[in-house]
T-cell receptor, first 111, second 113 residues
Framework: SQQGEEDPQALSIQEGENATMNCSYK?????LQWYRQNSGRGLVHLIL?????REKHSGRLRVTLDTSKKSSSLLITASRAADTASYFC???????????FGTGTQLKVEL | KAGVTQTPRYLIKTRGQQVTLSCSPI?????VSWYQQTPGQGLQFLFE???????NKGNFPGRFSGRQFSNSRSEMNVSTLELGDSALYLC????????????FGAGSRLTVL
């Protein structure tokens, strides 16, 4: 079963705009990760934020984590057409690589 | 360095048959995990192997099994295939057991007719 729910399910924006997607989860976590998946391909790790962190940056990516609300957000700034993909959050309790993935947000960046 | 390699990339089977999928992790990675991705259920964890031992298992029937060899390569097998087993099967490897960061292969897309 999916622990994480992501919204929106789909997002369409213009190149240059910012894209924000949200993830909620249900149980205590050790860390939360975001992955990107291009159509029908494998997932690519983007960023990991630990449960004791509130915000993390990597290039054009900004991730926040609110453990009290069991939620996270991923912001992609100055989006590009190449950012078109599905984005998933994933949580892991630690002690192994069993991740629980969210339902994903399909992002389309139009020229 | 080479990424995670999955073979075959595409395959078509009929109900009742069995299938074996293969995964070669990144050199030096000892943990291999398998996930099933379907439009209806999303990404679901199947199992994880570390140093030839199954360490975690998801909620899948016994028809789904796997193993890991001494060179860390892994295989998963699905017996008595059902239509609902049609999915993208993703393999991922990790260098350490606690960091959770996974490197995924491109997947094996299984179609069951």
């Amino acid at each position: 079963s999916q622990q994480g729910e992501e919204d929106p399910q789909a997002l369409s924006i213009q190149e240059g705009e910012n894209a924000t997607m949200n993830c909620s989860y249900k149980t205590s976590i050790n860390n939360l990760q975001w992955y990107r998946q291009n159509s029908g391909r494998g997932l690519v790790h983007l960023i990991l934020i630990r449960s004791n962190e509130r915000e993390k940056h990597s290039g054009r990516l900004r991730v926040t984590l609110d453990t009290s609300k069991k939620s996270s957000s991923l912001l992609i700034t100055a989006s590009r057409a190449a950012d078109t993909a599905s984005y998933f959050c994933a949580t892991g309790p630690g002690g192994g690589n069993k991740l629980t993935f969210g339902t994903g947000t399909q992002l389309k960046v139009e020229l | 360095k080479a990424g995670v390699t999955q073979t075959p990339r595409y395959l078509i089977k009929t109900r009742g048959q069995q299938v074996t999928l293969s995964c070669s992790p990144i050199s030096g990675h000892r943990s291999v995990s398998w996930y099933q991705q379907t439009p209806g259920q999303g990404l679901q964890f199947l199992f994880e192997y570390f140093s030839e031992t199954q360490r975690n298992k998801g909620n899948f029937p016994g028809r789904f099994s796997g193993r890991q060899f001494s060179n860390s390569r892994s295989e998963m097998n699905v017996s008595t295939l059902e239509l609902g087993d049609s999915a993208l099967y993703l393999c991922a490897s990790s260098g350490t057991s606690g960091a959770n960061v996974l490197t995924f292969g491109a997947g094996s897309r299984l179609t069951v007719l």
